[in-house]
């Protein structure tokens, strides 16, 4: 559904959708349920041609979400991706500690004035590990906060640590018990400070940002992460009425507020998705144009992506990326890094790529130290890869052969896909929960730009 943006938020409008924090207090609409369906089956030798829709990105959905627990206001979001399992989850977290969820197609309403619980319980957090950015909201705004140990994806230990320690420094006082974090803010709530990371972490600076904007004093976040996600949560967090400066930097200063309103967001485009159509596009030798999505948003890897022989042009809103089925692919090395360096979550991507480029790459992993977890499944569709430690040689091969696969992870399971966009015959890609994470309605999509793809 597409609708004028003034319309959107023109609050009679919102009311007659149900968006009020009058109904906010109804039953939940949860939206539609992922599917129950755990293969896709990919025919390859099809080029990709036509459009495709990118979605809002679930890395800034998942944090926004997380911020409406900063006000008992309620906060609109437009362009919020609907059918991921990861959206179901936090909204289950957010239903649990007593939030009201509404949705409309890409609209989605929340209002946290009803919280009744500030426990996070194991049996939601561990789905998603993005579960632990209700930490920060929950111990700002109520004074405390109980949080289970996040699970998620098995691609690195990616510890909390960080997260608890920068806390402390606000002045909560945190302990670990029977696998959940106790927290509980000094009388008067949380003190200004100066933190420094002591490495970049995305999820660090999320949770320390928002417990900062209600925090007493001035908050000064050194050495924090750069990603648009980071920038997108922090305009919302200004919209609601927090004093944040240094986005987009790696110093980022928080002036406390009393307290914080309703606003009204739309969600910026996915970067990874928007990454991931650009890669089939190359692989498979096709053009697509790439619908609401933004090229500065992924300059290192368009920037990789180039020097393959792949042809990247901004037109307007959309992207639109082409490749010459004549002219191979050439081989690069990349290297992940904390934006605005190669993100690690195009690196399968890209591996899956070079599997079938001219020549030799190097792929480096620096983030995590378990995502090359897809390699076997590439090797056994015919990839020439070998792992020395955090980096992986990959010979490109002459052809890639269709084979029964097993997703690992989110990005490894999408990697599974491209590769068998190109493979000679039928790939089978088992466990794609995982896909169902983080990439909507991806066999319709590829499926509407000629892909042979389909639930099995």
Not at 170 to 181: C, F, K, R, S
Not at 182 to 206: D, H, M, W, Y
Not at 234 to 259: D, F, H, Y
Request: hydrophobic share 40%; aromatic share 4%.
């Amino acid at each position: 559904m597409t609708v004028a943006k003034e319309s959107i938020w023109n609050d009679s409008v919102l009311r007659s959708r149900g968006f009020s924090p009058e109904s906010l207090k109804g039953a939940p609409d949860k939206g539609p349920a992922p599917s129950t369906l755990d293969k896709i089956k990919v025919i390859g030798g099809q080029e990709l041609h036509g459009d495709i829709p990118i979605s809002g990105a679930k890395n800034c959905a998942l944090k926004l979400m997380c911020a409406a627990l900063l006000t008992d206001k309620s906060v609109y979001f437009e362009n919020a991706p609907n059918s991921l399992r990861d959206m179901q989850s936090q909204t289950e977290l957010l239903e649990y500690l007593g939030c009201a969820v509404k949705r409309e197609g890409s609209l989605m309403a929340i209002n946290a004035g009803p919280v009744k619980t500030q426990t996070a319980p194991y049996d939601i957090v561990r789905k998603m590990r993005g579960s632990i950015l209700v930490l920060g909201p929950l111990l700002a705004r109520f004074g405390e906060a109980k949080v289970s140990l996040p699970g998620g994806c098995a691609i690195g230990t990616r510890p909390v640590d960080m997260h608890i320690k920068a806390l402390e420094e606000l002045g909560a006082q945190i302990t670990l018990e029977e696998g959940y974090i106790n927290a509980r803010a000094p009388a008067g709530g949380l003190q200004g400070a100066k933190i420094l990371f002591p490495k970049v972490s995305v999820g660090a600076t999320e949770n320390l940002m928002m417990a900062a904007t209600l925090a007493n004093g001035t908050t000064t976040l050194v050495n924090a992460a750069r990603e648009p996600e980071i920038t997108d949560l922090g305009e919302c967090l200004i919209k609601m009425g927090a004093k944040i400066t240094g986005l987009g930097t790696e110093r980022i200063t928080i002036e406390g507020v009393n307290s914080l309103g309703g606003a009204h967001h739309a969600i910026v485009p996915d970067r990874i998705e928007t990454g991931t159509y650009m890669v089939a596009a190359a692989m498979t030798g096709g053009s697509l144009r790439l619908k609401n999505a933004r090229l500065e948003h992924l300059s290192a890897a368009a920037g990789h992506l180039s020097q393959t022989g792949v042809a990247i042009d901004q037109d307007g809103a959309d992207i639109i990326v082409s490749r010459d089925p004549n002219i191979p692919l050439k081989s690069i090395d990349i290297m992940t890094e904390p934006h605005p360096g190669f993100p690690t979550d195009l690196q399968a991507q890209f591996m899956a790529m070079l599997t079938i480029a001219e020549g030799a790459g190097l792929v480096t992993e620096t983030i995590f130290e378990n995502r090359f977890m897809h390699v076997p499944e590439l090797s056994r569709m015919g990839a020439n890869i070998t792992v020395q430690g955090h980096s992986a040689i990959v010979r490109g091969v002459p052809k890639l052969t269709g084979a029964e696969v097993m997703a690992t992870d989110l990005r490894a399971s999408v990697a599974l896909v491209l590769a068998g966009l190109v493979a000679e015959g039928e790939t089978t890609i088992n466990r794609i929960y995982h896909l169902e994470r983080g990439y909507e309605n991806i066999v319709e999509k590829l499926g509407g730009v000629g892909a042979n793809i389909k639930h099995a």
